[in-house]
Each structure stands twice: as structure tokens, then as C-alpha cells.
């Protein structure tokens, strides 16, 4: 999961409110925003591909009739009952074709979107044998929905316990490993290594267009999830790669007590295009542009050189600095990082980095949420090309403290929206 | 809900573990069972709609391209943010025609299936501001999910507290009221009736061709699925419809933690079904049979008469009383109960009806897991017709208890399969 994100009633709010210049209308505001519409980049809503599946037109239309996929089951032989052999297929085709994880030998179960494998593999580790409450940590900044998921209904086999690198209990925990990390794109591996942890890791951003992919990794837990990887948020496809197949069984008994298993119609449809791609990956540099991260990877090196650009200009926002020049095994090219999200932070004495860009009609997550400074903010960089172009734009025009009107202005701006 | 049925492991496994006469394929068993064959008769798996959907052809198929629904959003405007508008309207169209429910001044939330509305709605009702667990009671014999979901992951919010009718605690609680009630078809109303309980009714059967539609309800809180109205299990749609806007807010708040909304495919599809569904109740009787509730009706009519007379032949089982010739106001007609499972009982000495039709290669659902007796058993009706031509060709051949053969066979059935 990592970065799928949670949509709030406090974040969403102020993007609907105000009729006029908001987001009210995400296909209007897009495609054609009004210079003063609030632009909301809060969530990490991975529009920016539309492009490219726009361009690919009917190549990966489906097709459900009224008769297709009634029954509650996809394959009876299989313990993940209502998983579609298709996808089965399509994700280990693409997980081959990539390079970024292995999946002989492993267990894969479906989900409504690697949220729902996140509570699933939650239930799974603790359901069996644990009398008292599991600690659940991931090392700060972590994805701000952790611990919403974790103490959603304070449930009595497991309950948030904050920062990875603070918890110093001698007891068993699970680690929340985001690699690359939501929200600062950084890679990283486990941080509190003990005796009795156990690892889940969540790769929703392991994928060539947003950093090198350098090894197969084979983890116990992989959590991945069509969102980032592909750009259809609105299916709710995820999956996990799960080593031992009694937590596998546990994973698939939640699914089947939450939600009696995953839509078929989006499994069959997330199953095509992950096989479109897995295609498409066979062929570099091909005048159709039918390899998918090339088109990801190329848009995310524009936007970050333009971001880059910007935030040298102004000198007001630093952002984390990444390993330069690696090896990818996939473009088998030395590559850079080109996370999902900027995180930033503001260089003077602002406090508040949220508000400070809320001032400016630009919605951001604030560093509190990752359980980090609220003078950081993080910042989608996968919308829609025209929103990206007003970020740049309003980003050039945030003036430099020195004169103390952006500082007034961030600390006034709760009340602009 | 209420009829939407888990599938377990245990239930599961001896179905697909017997191969060469097993449910090891639904589609090839089904379409041409092997006459050896187990028919799994368990889950409550709504396939008898399939051939009105066959006969309605290309009319209700649906084409997404690759390039549709990539947002996370369906309509920003709404609380309920990742509800399609096509399906809200569809549904308040449906409900309208069917006149089985009152829409306006309803909220509409929309679920990964009518499972993911009962955790839903126990969070909403419980979330805000209890110190202390609240009870959820249902009437024995009560859906056999109700307890998983309640306890699942021991929340602290909400505990399972068995059935309403030995509810004596004077304190908050939460009634599940699911009419026609799932194991048995009875229409029931709540049974605790005391201070401090708030109602939430699981109407998934509460269509015409289940029973009479006496009056369009307007309970608190309802809830409704796409799996048992139109058949379309596999799409995972169910949907609530909640009165007091703050209950939904929390509701959405669940969805957006658990699975960040609702798969739009399966939302547009089925927002397709239901509209074709809500169009074709403007004709009775028409000769193209477009009137899908007719169908339905007309099938589960038969599927009961060949029940019954099966029933009175052999003598072995009974089954519940519905009341007879009541008026329906959506047929517009006197009509009668056909229950979407059949709650059958054993008439003599044998403890566990569930062995005894294991012993004739028939699966269903103990009386046990409702709360009841494993005495009586639940078979579900709404299966394909080969698989219920099977099953009665097998309830036939069960001879009386007298000469003590079918109590044997019941004690050594364990075994067998």
C-alpha cells in the first residue's frame, strides 16, 4: 500500500466547499482548472497515467455480460478461492517481467486494495496464539493510514505502537516496512530487528518508473497493489506475495469474514492490463510507446527536474536527497529515484508547511500525519498533468520568508479555505 | 445481508478435495454434474439467475476501457465520495419500482458486499462514544456470519452477545434484524425492544421473488445486496441505506480505512443490472420475459413445489409454515413465500440432519452455526438447476429412519467425504 491514500473528511472538505474554483468536479477542474481552484494533492491519486491508457484506446477494453461471473467463486482448487486465475497469472507474468519480486513458491491472495491485505495480514499474524496485544510499528515517517488501521476498532490482538525506531518493548511486534517508503520515497529496510518481529513489507512502490529496481526480493510478506503500479486506484486491486501458507489461510479467511472475497469484474479487468504491461515490457524504446514504466519513468524524470528547478529558485523547501546513478535490472540502465511523492520541508522558521501551501490553494498532507514535523509536508507528484503544472506554477510564486509575509500568511491561511 | 454465505475452509475442502466426482469445477460440474457428484448446497451461491441472464444477451454487457475510472474518486461532491452516481441512482431507481424500500431522505453507502456494511455499520454505532463494548444480538436462528464478523478481531467496540431472544443485559445494544430471516424465510421484526438498543435491518431478501413486498420500508438503518436481488455475487455490491447522516458518515470513515471505497467496475455494472432490472418491472408478462423478478419468482415457485412434494413423499424432514396468499404490491397480486434456502429439519431420532445429507453427497449448513439445533440444516435453493434437479433426485431416495438405515448412515457420514 504505502501510498494509497486515505481520503478524510477534513482533507476533502475544503476541496468541495468552496463552489466555483474546487475540485467539485475532478473531470472539469482537471482537464481544464481554473487558475484559482484549489488543487488537491493530498491524495496520491495516480491520474497521471491516464494519458497513457488513453493513447492505448481499445487495446485493453473488457467486456462483462450480464451472465459473466455470478458465482461467489473463481477457482475452488485454489485456498484463495475467489481469486481469478487470470490475475493469478497476469501478476506473476508482470512480477517475471519485472524483476522486482519472486513469486515461485509463494501464496498470492487478493484484496480489495493492499488496505484491506494490510488489516488482513494484521489479523492473520496475531489471530492465533497471542494472548495479549501485538505492537504494530513502522519507522517514522510512515504511511499516515497505519495506525488508523491498526486501532480502527481497538481491536484486542493487535494496536499501534508508533515509531519503528522508539519502541524498545522485549516483546513480540510487526514491523510495517514501506520500501520505497511513503511518504519520503526513500528505500529501507527494517529497523528494530529483535527476536520475535515479524516483517511485512509493503512495496506498493517497488516498480521501475519511481526507483531502480536493484533486486527480486523474496520477503516473507510483499504487499503490492494496482494503484501505484499501474494507475487504477478506483479498481481496488491489491495483492500479497505470502512465503508461509497457513498465514496465507488466515489472510483469506479475513477477506472471506470482511467481504466474502474481491470483485470480480476489477480482478478481471486489473488481470488485462497487468498482462498488457507485462507485454509491453518485452519491447524498449518502441515508436508505439506500448512499454508502460518508460512512459511512467519518463514523466516522473520530467516533473522531479522541474520540481527540482523550482525549489532551487526559491530556496524555500529542501527535499531528501536519493542515491544517485544506480543500477535498474529492468531498463538494465543506471537510473535515478522518481518517488510518487515530494516530501518537503520548509527551510526558515514556518511551522506549519501545510498551511503554508493551503495559503497558496495547494492541499498537502502535513508531517503529523507520518508521525513526523509538521514544518514537513508531503506532496503527490502522480496527478493529472494540468494540476502539476499549477503546483509548479503557484510553487514559483511562494516568496522567499525574509519579509515575513509567507510566515503571516501560513500562520492566517486555517481560514483562507 | 443476511444470506450471503461464508465460505469456510472446512466447508469448502471437502467439496474440491474428492476428485473426479467433487465441485472441483463449478462450471463443468454444474453444467453437466457427474451423478457421483458432492453438490454443494453450503453456500448460499445465487447461480439460478444465470439463464435469464444468458437469455438477456449483449443488453446488459458493460465495456470498460483501460483508460475509465483510474480516480479513486467517483464523485467528490458526495460524503460518500467513492459512490458511483450511476449506481445511487439506480438504486433509488430499483427500490422505487419494487416499492420494498423508501429512498428519500436516505443516505446511500456503498460496500465491498453487504459482509463489509455489517462491520461497517457495527463500527459506525459503536465508534463515537462508548467506553465499554456494546452487545450485537441477533434471533436464533440467526445468519451464521454474524458472529465471525462481531468477533473477529476481538474489538474492543462491539462484542457477538448470542441470540436476542436470551438478551437480558440491561445495556446499549446493537440488534441485527434480518427479514426474511436468513436460515429460515421468516419475516421477523426485532425481539429485545428495549432502552439503549438501536436496530439495523439486513433486508438482502426482502425482493419479490423471495416473498410478498407488503409495505416499502423505512427502518434506521437497511441494508441490501446485489448477490441475492439480482444474482450477482461476484460483483461484491451490497448497499445501505442510513438515515441519520452522522451513522453514514462513520460508515464511509469504515470503508475508507478498510478498503479506501468500492471497486468502481463492479459499481458501474451492477448499476447497469439494476437500472435493466428497475426498466423491465414496468412490464408483466411481456413475451420476452424481461421482467426479471417474474422469473425469479416463477422459478423459486417451482423449485418449492417440487420441494414439498418431494417432502410429503418421504416423510423425513419438515420445513417452516410461511403465511399463505398474502397481497404483494409489487405483482400487484396474492402471492406466496419462496424462501431462498430451504430450513429443513429432521422429523425422527437423527442428531445431525448436516451428516445425514453428507451421506448422500449433498453439503449443507448445520443448524449449529445459526444459533439452532443440529437437528435442522440449511440448504440453499438458489443453485443451478442441475444441481437442484440433483439434490431432490437424492432427498428422494433418503428412506424413512424406521428400519434404522439412514440413522447409521448419519452417525458414519463423518467419514465419508
Redo the contacts between chains.
Keep these: 500500500m504505502g501510498g494509497?491514500?486515505?481520503?478524510?473528511?477534513t482533507r476533502?472538505a475544503p476541496?468541495?466547499a468552496n463552489e466555483g474554483n474546487t475540485?467539485?468536479?475532478?473531470d472539469s477542474v482537471t482537464k481544464n482548472i481554473p487558475t484559482d481552484a484549489i488543487i488537491n494533492l493530498d491524495?496520491g491519486?495516480?491520474?497521471m497515467?491516464?494519458a497513457f491508457?488513453?493513447k492505448?484506446?481499445?487495446?485493453?477494453?473488457?467486456?462483462?455480460?450480464?451472465?459473466d461471473?455470478?458465482?461467489?467463486?473463481?477457482n475452488?482448487?485454489n485456498?484463495c478461492?475467489f481469486l481469478e486465475p487470470k490475475l493469478e497469472e497476469a501478476i506473476r507474468s508482470l512480477h517475471g517481467a519485472v524483476g522486482n519480486a519472486v513469486t515461485d513458491g509463494y501464496s498470492i491472495v487478493v484484496?480489495?486494495?493492499s488496505?484491506?491485505l494490510v488489516?488482513a495480514v494484521?489479523?492473520a499474524l496475531t489471530?492465533n496464539h497471542q494472548p495479549n496485544q501485538i505492537s504494530v510499528v513502522s519507522a517514522a515517517p510512515y504511511y499516515s493510514?497505519y495506525p488508523?488501521?491498526a486501532d480502527?476498532?481497538?481491536?484486542?490482538?493487535?494496536k499501534w505502537a508508533g515509531d519503528a525506531r522508539q519502541f524498545d518493548k522485549d516483546e513480540p511486534y510487526i514491523e510495517l516496512v514501506t520500501s520505497p517508503n511513503n511518504p519520503n520515497g526513500v528505500i529501507q529496510g527494517s529497523v528494530v530487528n529483535r527476536d520475535g518481529g515479524i516483517l511485512v513489507h509493503d512495496l506498493a512502490y517497488y516498480w521501475p518508473q519511481y526507483t531502480p529496481i536493484t533486486s527480486s526480493l523474496e520477503f516473507n510478506i510483499m504487499l503490492f497493489t494496482a494503484?501505484k503500479c499501474t494507475?487504477?486506484?478506483?479498481?481496488?486491486?491489491g495483492w500479497a506475495l505470502v512465503k508461509d501458507k497457513e498465514v496465507a489461510?488466515r489472510m483469506i479467511?479475513?477477506m472471506?469474514?470482511?467481504?466474502?472475497?474481491?470483485?470480480?469484474?476489477?480482478q478481471l479487468?486489473v488481470a488485462?492490463?497487468l498482462q498488457?504491461i507485462a507485454d509491453g515490457c518485452k519491447q524498449f524504446g518502441s515508436p508505439q510507446g506500448d512499454n508502460f514504466f518508460e512512459f511512467g519513468q519518463s514523466l516522473m524524470k520530467k516533473r522531479w527536474q522541474i520540481l527540482r528547478e523550482i525549489l532551487k529558485e526559491n530556496q524555500m523547501f529542501t527535499i531528501p536527497k536519493y542515491p544517485l546513478d544506480q543500477h535498474c535490472n529492468f531498463f538494465g540502465d543506471i537510473t535515478n529515484a522518481h518517488p510518487a511523492f515530494a516530501w518537503m520541508k520548509c527551510k526558515e522558521e514556518i511551522e506549519d508547511c501545510e498551511k503554508l501551501l493551503r495559503g497558496h490553494q495547494i492541499l498537502a498532507r502535513s508531517g503529523r500525519r507520518f508521525g513526523s514535523d509538521p514544518g514537513f509536508v508531503r506532496v503527490s507528484m502522480v496527478g493529472r498533468e494540468d494540476e502539476f503544472n499549477l503546483f509548479i506554477d503557484r510553487l514559483s510564486k511562494i516568496q522567499s520568508f525574509n519579509n515575513g509575509d509567507e510566515k503571516d500568511k501560513a500562520n492566517a491561511s486555517g481560514n483562507l479555505v
Design positions: 494509497i491514500d486515505q481520503v478524510n473528511e476533502l476541496a468541495v475540485v467539485e468536479n475532478r491524495h491519486d495516480p491520474t497515467y491516464e491508457w488513453e492505448m484506446g481499445d487495446r485493453c477494453t473488457v467486456e462483462i455480460k450480464g451472465c461471473s455470478l458465482s461467489y467463486f473463481s475452488p482448487k485456498p478461492w484484496g480489495t486494495g488496505s484491506h488489516n494484521l489479523y489471530s493510514a488508523e488501521i480502527l476498532v481497538r481491536s484486542g490482538l493487535y494503484s494507475g487504477h486506484a478506483g479498481s481496488r486491486i489461510k479467511k479475513f472471506e469474514v470482511t467481504t466474502i472475497g474481491v470483485s470480480k469484474e476489477s479487468r488485462n492490463i498488457f
